[in-house]
């Protein structure tokens, strides 16, 4: 049995660490992290945290909540995230079972009861998290279909049950999801969590099914068609953990539920297997057995992914669930592919690339490997910070496009190996994907997205932003080192704000606060036809006191104003997301920064010219080093194109390309030259 002590005191420095520089308590910093957690795997959307406890009687607790409500309909298809935390801060790793896991979902539901009493909210302080959300629940309650409690603890849930029995508040049912230590361990190493699905224990039964390939090369595949109810049971059980990782992030964008599908669920049921195309699965493995009539059947699936029909998977539990359709009739058409665990992250995002090519954005592109996530992380393995005075060694910024990757350095290391990886890449110079999301937004005059919370930030990132660098010139060194620079201004404000009297006197919407102060002086500078000068920043690796005591006065304005909203919106965090509160509260408040600021800016003309400056150097390095890199490709030539062959990478440009150096010949279109620097990047082959 693996034992998880050490991850216990990892996670317990980490949150000591990080409580100490934000300046909050510790189970705040526990709730951030797991919360991150349970929102990259699928567990729930982004959280907002709302510390609501009250300890007199038998007491309530819910540490945080998000809403996720389809778009354009009134109908009780909604799902209440509550997040309740049980966060021990004893030496040893303790032992956490089903009786915990009950005493922590009771505490949720004796807040849902408590708010329903008009005498219990007449007593609560308006102001007062408990308040804010409890009007929230009773505004949106008729279009909820479901309660989701989630709970966070740092203990090991040692228990027998998979699955924990559905409870029932009112007409709404209430089903408990649990995120553990040994749960933490798995998602921050490895970025996700198996779903594992038991049909024969916990979903009527197993499945009937045929075997459409079973290949010599750890690859098989089944075809069965399930049950309306059955999908619409897992999907509820297990919610957007069933979507592979692109496909949830980019139905976040548009969670509206497709007519054309509910119109036949609704008119001609039997006939939603002809109409239907289905949807598309992956797996690690599946059980089998023979049923009793002779036929093959699956069991259970492992590590069961959607990677194509998540609109058609949420559409039926919306017909069950908002349209109280019958499902008896409806079956569903499913194609398995089981993938070994070796292989799931590189054929997983493909096949998901591949069957959702209607996309106008590309799925690949939200994918952590997809071309400019891997250009960023190699731009981070090449630029070094500047040296500093008494220093004898240079660091790096550490790009995280996937996670665990930044663990995963150092696991299996000695001691002194660690620590020269440390030195070298330095746990305050980690930058995860997400957060360059939000810096790069808050820069660019968009905080009420950041406010979003990191997924929907980092999509509307991708699909906005990323989505233009096209063949990646402007995702140069200059680029990279501005990056850096906006997030050592984010990380220095956020500090600031955290240690300022004015914060420990009305704590709360720190992050909201960071990154509409972010957007703030950004736009001043702008106002002044300026740019902070980012440059600067990324010499000297820290923010200067003027700049920095000048934009902490910013924070002290807006913070009052997030947290007074207007009478129409009356919860803050809901506020801060609003693009409203960004054009008519803030906005009109900016105005060029103060001449002893100015001093911190560089002309936007000039601005300008570095850019383009990065963009013609980028483009000389490119050649050079491509020309060079050539001749050593063509000994390489047959093998790349084998390898290309196999995932479906071959184009006409790159695939002349490698008939000519396979050839011997070293000159090459401009058009074939991209092309080819596309494909070696997409292998992540070096050149």
């Given at each position: ?402 996670r665990g990757q930044y663990r995963n350095l150092f696991a299996y290391k000695s001691a002194a190996i660690r620590s020269r990886i440390e030195t070298e890449y330095p746990k305050n110079q980690l930058l995860v994907k997400t957060d360059l999301a939000k810096y790069e937004l808050a820069f660019n005059g968009r905080p009420h997205h950041v406010s979003e919370g990191e997924q929907k930030c980092f ?56 990154a509409y102060s972010v957007a703030a002086v950004a736009q001043a500078f702008r106002v002044g036809e300026m740019q902070i000068d980012l440059m600067r920043i990324w010499r000297d690796q820290t923010v200067p006191k003027v700049l920095t005591d000048w934009m902490l006065g910013w924070a002290s304005r807006i913070h009052k104003i997030l947290n007074d909203p207007p009478g129409m919106v009356k ?117």
């Amino acid at each position: 049995m693996v034992d998880f002590s050490e991850s216990y005191q990892e996670l317990a420095n980490e949150i000591t660490i990080g409580s100490i520089a934000d300046g909050e308590l510790k189970v705040t910093e526990f709730f951030r992290i797991f919360a991150q957690l349970a929102a990259e795997n699928g567990d729930c959307p982004d959280l907002d945290y709302t510390p609501v406890l009250n300890e007199s009687g038998s007491g309530y607790r819910v540490d945080g909540y998000a809403f996720d409500l389809p778009e354009g309909t009134d109908d009780p298809a909604g799902e209440l995230y509550l997040a309740v935390c049980v966060h021990y801060q004893e030496e040893y790793l303790p032992v956490v079972n089903a009786r915990d896991v009950d005493l922590a979902v009771s505490q949720v539901e004796r807040f849902l009861k408590a708010i329903h009493s008009a005498k219990t909210l007449e007593a609560m302080e308006e102001s007062s998290h408990a308040y804010r959300l409890a009007i929230q629940i009773r505004q949106y309650k008729p279009r909820l279909a479901r309660i989701r409690v989630l709970m966070f603890t740092n203990g090991h849930l040692k228990t027998r049950r998979k699955m924990f029995d559905t409870r029932i508040f009112g007409d709404l049912p209430i089903q408990i999801n649990v995120l553990d230590i040994e749960r933490y361990e798995r998602i921050s190493r490895s970025g996700s969590d198996p779903v594992e699905v038991e049909f024969k224990e916990d979903f009527e039964g197993a499945i009937s099914c045929l075997p459409a390939s079973m290949g010599s090369t750890g690859f098989s595949s089944y075809i069965f068609a399930m049950q309306g109810p059955v999908l619409a049971k897992i999907f509820a059980t297990y919610g957007s953990r069933l979507l592979e990782q692109n496909v949830r992030t980019y139905l976040q964008a548009k969670t509206s539920v497709n007519k054309g599908i509910l119109k036949t669920i609704q008119e001609c049921p039997s006939m939603f297997f002809a109409y239907n195309n289905g949807i598309t699965g992956t797996a690690s493995s599946v059980v089998t057995e023979r049923l009793p009539d002779g036929a093959l059947g699956i069991a259970s699936i492992r590590d069961f992914q959607i990677v194509n029909g998540g609109q058609t998977t949420a559409s039926i539990l919306y017909a069950r669930d908002a349209m109280k359709c019958n499902l008896d009739e409806v079956y569903v058409q499913v194609k398995l592919s089981v993938i070994g665990e070796e292989r799931l992250g590189e054929v997983v995002p493909k096949i998901s690339e591949y069957a959702n090519t209607q996309n106008k954005v590309s799925l690949a592109d939200l994918a952590s490997n997809s071309p400019v996530q891997i250009r960023i992380e190699r731009l981070s393995k090449e630029i070094s910070t500047p040296q500093r005075a008494g220093e004898l060694h240079v660091t790096r910024w550490f790009y995280e496009r996937a996670r665990g990757q930044y663990r995963n350095l150092f696991a299996y290391k000695s001691a002194a190996i660690r620590s020269r990886i440390e030195t070298e890449y330095p746990k305050n110079q980690l930058l995860v994907k997400t957060d360059l999301a939000k810096y790069e937004l808050a820069f660019n005059g968009r905080p009420h997205h950041v406010s979003e919370g990191e997924q929907k930030c980092f999509q509307r990132y991708v699909t906005s932003v990323l989505v233009g660098y096209g063949d990646g010139i402007d995702l140069n060194e200059f680029w990279f080192k501005c990056v850096v620079a906006k997030a050592i201004v984010f990380r220095s404000l956020d500090k600031e704000i955290a240690q300022s009297e004015w914060y420990k006197a009305a704590k709360g919407l720190k992050a909201q606060t960071v990154a509409y102060s972010v957007a703030a002086v950004a736009q001043a500078f702008r106002v002044g036809e300026m740019q902070i000068d980012l440059m600067r920043i990324w010499r000297d690796q820290t923010v200067p006191k003027v700049l920095t005591d000048w934009m902490l006065g910013w924070a002290s304005r807006i913070h009052k104003i997030l947290n007074d909203p207007p009478g129409m919106v009356k919860n803050p965090s809901e506020f801060a997301k609003k693009e409203f509160c960004w054009t008519l509260y803030i906005l009109p408040l900016v105005e060029a920064p103060p001449e002893k600021i100015c001093d911190y800016g560089v002309s936007l003309s000039e601005f300008g010219e570095e850019v383009g400056r990065g963009r013609k150097e980028e483009r000389k390095n490119r050649k050079l080093d491509f020309d060079v890199a050539i001749a050593n490709l063509v000994p390489k030539a047959a093998e790349l194109r084998r390898i290309a062959t196999g995932k479906n990478l071959l184009s006409n440009n790159n695939s002349r390309a490698l008939e000519k150096l396979q050839a011997g010949r070293i000159t090459l279109t401009r058009a074939e030259k991209n092309s080819l620097i596309a494909l070696l990047e997409r292998l992540e082959v070096a050149f």
